[in-house]
């Protein structure tokens, strides 16, 4: 039986977003295990007193209930150059442990630091962030990820950025990419010039 994951960020001994995991979390385990009594993710994380300082993610693997919670530090990776992947026979929509596909399309990344996958012919996301795309002041992402992650969910919300549909032929019209993730901030995300994106 598949297993899942959440990746929830500890910044100082704190959770950020922990609403926003508990939804994904719980709708996952209603949509795929018919389970409707909900895990609170607040009463299962133990946060050890290495994690007290610092920055550490936290990777909570589950099916019906939680099976483990694990910690470790985390330094953002510098990714500064994409390539353009296609990813067609590819299904994520739920954040499943076993990362096999997005791996071996991360595989095919050749002289770049990570890859930007396609499907049916729009923007998806990279093998492990979902992207934002800089036009002038504002911030846009794909409308079509493989997996709507909670801090995209989060900036949605906020009005922080806006989701429409991207070609990859559109993206000359913008100005700069950054990734985000429950690790990665929009304001912390290394700069990925648009001339670095290769085909």
């Known amino acids: 039986m598949c297993q899942f994951i959440e990746t929830i960020c500890i910044r100082n001994g704190e959770p950020e977003r922990l609403s926003w995991h508990n939804v994904r979390l719980n709708r996952t385990r209603q949509e795929l295990l018919n389970l409707v009594e909900g895990?609170?993710?607040?009463n299962n994380l133990s946060i050890?007193?290495?994690?007290?300082?610092?920055?550490?993610?936290c990777r909570v693997t589950y099916r019906e209930t939680i099976e483990k919670v694990e910690f470790e530090?985390?330094?953002i990776r510098p990714v500064h150059s994409l390539r353009l992947v296609n990813a067609d026979d590819v299904n994520y929509p739920y954040k499943y442990?076993?990362?096999g596909k997005?791996?071996?399309?991360?595989?095919?990344?050749?002289?770049?630091?990570?890859?930007?996958?396609?499907?049916?012919?729009?923007?998806t996301d990279t093998?492990?962030?979902?992207?934002?795309?800089?036009?002038?002041?504002k911030w846009f992402t794909p409308d079509t990820p493989l997996l709507?992650?909670?801090?995209r969910a989060c900036y949605l919300s906020e009005g922080c950025i806006e989701a429409l549909p991207i070609r990859p032929e559109m993206l000359h019209e913008f100005d700069e990419a950054r990734l985000i993730n429950a690790m990665i901030s929009l304001?912390?995300?290394?700069v990925i010039r648009i001339e670095n994106i290769n085909w």
Request: hydrophobic letters at 35%; aromatic letters at 10%; a positive charge.
């Open 39 to 42: 895990i609170d993710l607040t």
């Open 48 to 57: 050890p007193a290495e994690a007290k300082k610092g920055l550490f993610k």
């Open 73 to 75: 530090p985390y330094s």
């Open 97 to 99: 442990a076993n990362r």
């Open 102 to 123: 997005l791996q071996d399309l991360f595989a095919q990344r050749r002289n770049a630091d990570d890859v930007l996958l396609a499907k049916n012919g729009f923007i």
């Open 127 to 137: 093998s492990y962030a979902n992207i934002v795309f800089r036009k002038g002041e």
């Open 148 to 151: 709507p992650g909670t801090r």
């Open 187 to 190: 304001e912390k995300s290394p």
